[in-house]
């Protein structure tokens, strides 16, 4: 439904990019689980990154918060199946979900932020920042401008997702 950016995992009481402390760089993830499992997200988790590269830094550490019982208990089947079918030990640690402190608006949706024809047209349809960061529309362009499309496909792509708010 909706995605932010931010800091999770650490002590420090106001984490920022310039001052992130003990934190995890992290993103938050609100979803609808009659349109995509939890299964599908940590299998979309473990794809999208080589999870058994040690981190030597805390802000960059491959960390899954689980919100109740049930998902850790996913998250924890869901590496060990991983680690099964690399046949390599898995560096993500599940741990329960902290305080998540949302970065700096700059950081929001940062590769749609790359086209401000775009983003401003979803300013001027949207109304604000704040609104074009919560928004279902922004969190997959944002997904979208990550595989660099043409300016064009993305053009037809927002007139789409603007006629469906």
Request: negative net charge.
């Amino acid at each position: 439904m909706s995605t932010r950016v931010g800091y999770a995992g650490g002590t420090q009481i106001n984490p920022t990019y310039e001052c992130i402390g003990d934190h995890t760089e992290s993103i938050e993830i609100t979803f609808d689980s009659q349109r995509i499992s939890y299964d599908a997200l940590l299998s979309l988790f473990w794809d999208s990154h080589w999870p058994t590269h040690k981190i030597h830094q805390r802000q960059y550490a491959s960390l899954i918060f689980a919100h109740n019982p049930l998902q850790h208990d996913m998250a924890m089947r869901s590496k060990k199946n991983k680690e099964q079918l690399l046949g390599e030990t898995i560096m993500t640690e599940i741990l329960p979900a902290t305080k998540f402190h949302e970065a700096e608006a700059y950081h929001q949706k940062y590769y749609l932020r790359r086209y401000p024809d775009i983003w401003n047209q979803l300013l001027t349809s949207l109304g604000s920042e704040q609104a074009i960061i919560a928004s279902y529309e922004a969190a997959k362009l944002n997904g979208l401008c990550s595989q660099n499309p043409s300016l064009n496909s993305l053009k037809d792509t927002v007139n789409l997702l603007l006629r469906q708010i």
